[in-house]
């Protein structure tokens, strides 16, 4: 459990999936660019197995954008993307309607 004060630190941000390129070498990992109204983040995501990166360009997403960024596979990933988990495999979440890039998720 974590208290309310924890969950306040936790900054997610809808963010546009403006390109995505497979991760050479893997199978699993897609490189995004991600437009949040202000920057643009470059995102190491494991959903290759269930999207095919012209299925999710142009797409909204949740995206944590406070957390620490760490390299994959020799690519700096600057945040991450949330997805729900539907017996293993990622669904990405998206907004019921079209919302400026960098809204926060609340």
């Known amino acids: 459990m974590i208290n309310f004060d924890d969950f306040k630190k936790l900054d997610i941000r ?4 403006i390109s995505a390129e497979k991760v050479e070498g893997t199978e699993k990992l897609l490189r ?3 437009d ?9 995501a494991g959903i290759a197995e269930s999207y095919l990166p012209d299925q999710i360009v142009g797409k909204e997403i ?12 020799g690519i700096e990933s600057q945040g991450m993307i ?21 809204s926060l998720v609340r």
């Open 82 to 102: 949330l997805a729900a988990d539907v017996e293993g495999k990622p669904v990405l979440l998206h907004p019921e309607r079209e919302v400026s890039p960098g």
């Open 14 to 17: 809808i963010g546009k999936i």
């Open 36 to 44: 949040l109204g202000t920057e643009q983040r470059q995102i190491v």
């Open 32 to 34: 995004l660019e991600i």
């Open 62 to 73: 949740p995206l944590l954008v406070n957390l620490e960024p760490r390299k994959i596979r």
